[in-house]
């Protein structure tokens, strides 16, 4: 009896056998593509998972170097260098760009850094002391700066394909 409360009510003709074969051939079709569509955001997702996974120890990595980097300014200089910097910064070095990258319909951000290398305030900075440790600390943040920019990519395109898998596998 379940099979029969399934069934779609059909006159029996050849017109209508050639329909109902019609949207048979559609609906095996659009499955097909709905699963390849699945496979295809699933080996993504993947991916993105295993390049979070890489980026979040590169990150933890860097800020390591960064912060005994500060230290070492902190020290070398004899006191806070925070007013000198805020002082010496006209321009932002940094700018973030975002475009899209398309994965089987699915508009994914991905942020990219720009380093404007004609930009350089920190010239001056550390002059009397420490001004090693002052251009060695700014490389290492630059370094922090990009990689927190690409977690931020990678973590942004990580919730939208989780998103869309769930529905899509759904709709399979």
Same mark, same amino acid.
């Given at each position: 009896?379940?099979?029969?409360?399934?069934?779609?009510?059909?006159?029996?003709?050849?017109?209508?056998?050639?329909?109902?074969?019609?949207?048979?051939?559609?609906?095996?079709?659009?499955?097909?593509?709905?699963?390849?569509?699945?496979?295809?955001?699933? *080996?993504?997702?993947? #991916? %993105?998972?295993?390049?979070?996974?890489?980026?979040?120890?590169?990150? !933890?990595?860097?800020? /390591?170097? $960064?912060?005994?980097?500060?230290?070492?300014?902190?020290?070398?200089?004899?006191?806070?260098?925070?007013?000198?910097?805020?002082?010496?910064?006209?321009?932002?070095?940094?700018?973030?760009?975002?475009?899209?990258?398309?994965?089987?319909?699915?508009?994914?951000?991905?942020?990219?850094? *720009?380093?404007?290398? #004609? %930009?350089?305030?920190?010239?001056?900075?550390?002059?009397?002391?420490? !001004?090693?440790?002052? /251009?060695? $600390?700014?490389?290492?943040?630059?370094?922090?700066?990009?990689?927190?920019?690409?977690?931020?990519?990678?973590?942004?395109?990580?919730?939208?394909?989780?998103?869309?898998?769930?529905?899509?596998?759904?709709?399979?």
């Amino acid at each position: 009896m379940s099979g029969a409360a399934n069934r779609e009510q059909v006159f029996p003709t050849r017109m209508t056998l050639g329909l109902m074969k019609t949207k048979l051939k559609g609906a095996q079709t659009g499955h097909s593509l709905l699963k390849r569509k699945s496979e295809a955001l699933t *080996k993504r997702f993947r #991916d %993105i998972t295993r390049r979070i996974d890489d980026a979040k120890r590169k990150m !933890g990595r860097v800020m /390591q170097t $960064a912060s005994f980097s500060l230290a070492e300014v902190t020290y070398a200089t004899g006191g806070n260098i925070a007013y000198q910097v805020q002082e010496s910064v006209s321009k932002a070095r940094f700018t973030v760009s975002a475009r899209q990258e398309n994965v089987s319909g699915v508009r994914l951000p991905q942020f990219e850094v *720009k380093i404007n290398e #004609d %930009i350089n305030d920190f010239k001056m900075t550390g002059l009397g002391r420490g !001004g090693q440790q002052v /251009q060695k $600390a700014r490389e290492v943040y630059s370094k922090a700066v990009e990689t927190l920019v690409e977690l931020a990519s990678l973590q942004t395109a990580f919730v939208i394909l989780d998103e869309v898998i769930k529905v899509t596998n759904r709709r399979v």
